[in-house]
């Protein structure tokens, strides 16, 4: 089993090249600073979400943010998987399956009702996999964001 860590400021400087890798992965344009910038709350204890790092502390293998909103829709506090990112050369493992399996549990105890995560709409794999993790498309639904 992936050992899943609760991140805290002192994890930054390890954090910090893996959500990089991530990014780059996904072409998100983001320089270090703003990185830094957006990390250091969610770091520091913030209610509005949190970071849990992957495998050994010392050297993660990858990480999971996610951030906390309210549904009245859902029944109270729900989540939002922001990122979740796990190291080329250890894919293929089975390990995020086993992030997505053994985090909203552990979510859910703390009185989570739901967790929603976005997933590309060309991206099958990943599709076939959340939905076998019991992560189901909204009918009539599509994620709009405006930036502000």
Excluded at 25 to 53: K, N
Excluded at 138 to 147: A, D, G, I, S, V
Aim: contains cysteine.
């Amino acid at each position: 089993m992936t050992k899943l860590t609760l991140a805290s400021m002192d994890d930054l400087e390890r954090v910090l090249p893996l959500v990089a890798a991530f990014h780059a992965e996904e072409d998100i344009e983001q320089d270090d600073a703003t990185r830094r910038a957006a990390l250091a709350p969610l770091l520091e204890g913030s209610p509005h979400g949190c970071v849990y790092l992957a495998g050994p502390t010392r050297a993660p293998i990858g990480y999971v943010i996610i951030t906390f909103g309210w549904s009245i829709e859902f029944g109270g506090l729900d989540g939002f998987i922001d990122e979740i990112f796990i190291r080329p050369g250890v894919r293929g493992r089975g390990i995020g399956t086993e992030i997505l399996v053994s985090l909203p549990k552990t979510l859910a105890a703390a009185g989570m009702k739901a967790i929603h995560l976005e997933v590309g709409l060309e991206n099958a794999s990943a599709r076939r996999v959340y939905e076998k993790l019991r992560f189901e498309p909204r009918e009539n639904y599509m994620l709009m964001t405006r930036k502000l």
